[in-house]
């Protein structure tokens, strides 16, 4: 699917115009919700400027896009197949439509909030909520495909958790005996690869994610179904990161204080450490096909390394909160794509 061509196809469809527009939305929003937490503790520890960072969280959540999707597209589709739509191609392009409105409504609100909730959970219960009101059951679920986004939950969360700790504690035996204030500037230096290394994972992970609904979009208008094979084109691959980097221009210093600032407060190692175990985390989740939040691992890994110097370092409250944030948003958003898919079904069908 070359670029003129897809552009000919939304002008020909105005439900696939308005797909693509939302979609877009949605991207833009996870920039400025999403984004910006893999850049949290390096903003946060002064190891980087917020534009600076920005740009860097722009360029390499391309590379991520680009590189990752080059090598393993398992995560796009896991997405991809994630909800069956029914056999009508028109009514399926109208509720994804609909889920995709849904995830914009959820998302703006938890960032007027200031609250980092995980775009990647409000996509996976916006597509299935819309499905299963197209479908008027649960059938429009794919229970194999789920089970890989419950075993990114718990995934991201202990092992997370446990690599933050852990790679805390080593991060501080390791460097016992070394100079204080050079350790100081290797770490300033290190945390700005480690925030790089957290956007390139942010984009192979959440890029590949839109870029499915993309496709998925693409191909209802084509009248496939039931299609479940793709390409990623690199025009799309440039144009999501592009909306990306926008968001995050946006949303800036809201998120990156509520994640990087006041749930820990951070040394340049701990946000190393931090940055270094979402990554590895996250990584690991890429290559085998797991979509998981970039935002609920970095959140673990920052509470595993502010539990590894005293338990007390976490605040709590921070946590309770966005813990509720996580737990709410499958149903939450799930009843929201379930009702936005009805009614865009009463009104365009």
């Known amino acids: 699917m070359n670029m003129l061509a897809f552009l ?22 996870n920039g400025w919700t999403d984004a910006p937490n893999a850049i949290a503790t390096c903003v946060s520890t002064r190891a980087i400027g917020v534009r600076k960072a920005i740009v860097m969280a722009a360029v390499f959540n391309f590379l991520g896009v680009l590189v990752m999707t080059s090598v393993n597209a398992s995560v796009a589709m896991t997405i991809y ?5 029914g056999g009508d191609a028109r ?23 200031g609250i980092p909730t995980s775009e990647s959970h409000a996509l996976i219960a916006g597509i299935s909520g819309a499905a299963v009101a197209i479908q008027n059951s649960f059938s429009g679920i794919n229970g194999s495909e789920w089970v890989k986004v419950l075993y990114g939950i718990v995934l991201s969360t202990l092992l997370g958790f446990a690599l933050g700790f852990v790679t805390s504690k080593l991060t501080v035996w390791l460097f016992r005996n070394q100079n204080r204030l050079k350790s100081q500037r290797f770490f ?21 994610k839109f870029m ?30 592009v909306v990306m980097g926008l968001g995050t221009s946006i949303g800036r210093y809201r998120i990156i204080k509520s994640v990087g600032m006041d749930m820990v407060k951070l040394k340049p190692y701990q946000g190393f450490a931090a940055d270094l175990s979402a990554t590895l985390c996250l990584l690991l989740s890429s290559l085998t096909g797991i979509p998981v939040s970039t935002t ?16 007390r370092n976490v605040n709590w409250s921070i946590v309770k909160e966005l813990v ?13 794509g379930f009702g936005m898919a009805k009614l865009f079904l009463m009104a365009f069908a």
């Open 8 to 29: 000919r196809q939304t002008l020909e469809n105005p439900m696939l115009m308005v797909s693509s527009i939302l979609t877009l939305g949605v991207i833009l929003v």
């Open 212 to 241: 499915a609904i993309f496709l998925l979009g693409a191909a209802f208008a084509n009248g496939e179904a039931n299609t479940s094979h793709f390409v990623v084109p690199l025009w799309l691959m440039v144009l999501c990161s």
């Open 296 to 311: 609920h691992t970095k959140t673990t890994a920052i509470m595993g390394v502010g539990a590894a110097r005293r338990i």
């Open 91 to 113: 009514l399926s392009l109208i509720a994804l439509c609909a889920a995709m409105a849904a995830i914009v409504i959820w998302a703006t609100a938890a960032w007027y909030f």
């Open 188 to 208: 300033s230096k290190a945390q700005v690869a480690g925030g790089a290394a957290m956007a390139f994972m942010h984009g192979a992970q959440d890029g590949q």
């Open 81 to 85: 197949n994630i909800a069956d739509f």
């Open 324 to 336: 509720m944030t996580w737990v709410f948003t499958f149903p939450g958003c799930g009843l929201l």
